[in-house]
């Protein structure tokens, strides 16, 4: 008994800093993944592959926890991406994405960010209607407090 909460989000953002500065912050998966609020473990499984353990959270009565693997990829200069890795037993969500990172003129710059999520709850189906909404608002929630926390570090100068 299962069902499947399926959410794509969007976001751009402009920073105060260059590329090169965005760019060396964002393919650093650790450093990076410290900005996201409610992450109770990253694990690196091997070499640019992570596993995201997310700390336990309650919504319409039920508490549950996701994980997922991704591996990253990168250009070397304006581009990361994610993509899921299948395999992982323990793994209840399904994630890819990326970053696209351009100048937006003197010491600026546009950073487009984007995710798929398939995240798979222990809830039963009769219970969709109830879950999904708090799970869109709670996943949305914290990805917007991810990039805000981004978007001060970068803006520091």
Same mark, same amino acid.
């Given at each position: ?61 039920? $508490? ?60 039963? $189906? ?21 990039? $805000? ?9």
């Amino acid at each position: 008994m299962a069902i499947t909460v399926q959410i794509t989000f969007n976001k751009e953002l402009e920073v105060s800093c260059d590329v090169k500065t965005a760019f060396d912050l964002l393919v650093d998966v650790p450093r990076t993944t410290a900005f996201f609020p409610k992450l109770d473990k990253l694990v690196n499984i091997e070499g640019s592959i992570y596993r995201w353990e997310m700390a336990k959270i309650g919504a319409a009565g039920l $508490s549950f926890q996701t994980a997922y693997t991704v591996k990253y990829s990168n250009d070397g200069a304006a581009r990361i991406n994610w993509e899921a890795v299948e395999g992982n037993k323990n793994d209840n969500a399904k994630l890819s994405g990326g970053w696209i990172i351009t100048s937006a003129g003197d010491k600026k710059t546009k950073i487009a960010f984007t995710t798929d999520a398939a995240l798979d709850l222990p809830v039963p $189906s009769l219970m969709k209607k109830v879950v999904d909404p708090v799970i869109r608002v709670e996943f949305e929630s914290q990805t917007n407090t991810f990039l $805000s926390r981004i978007k001060e570090e970068l803006s520091k100068g």
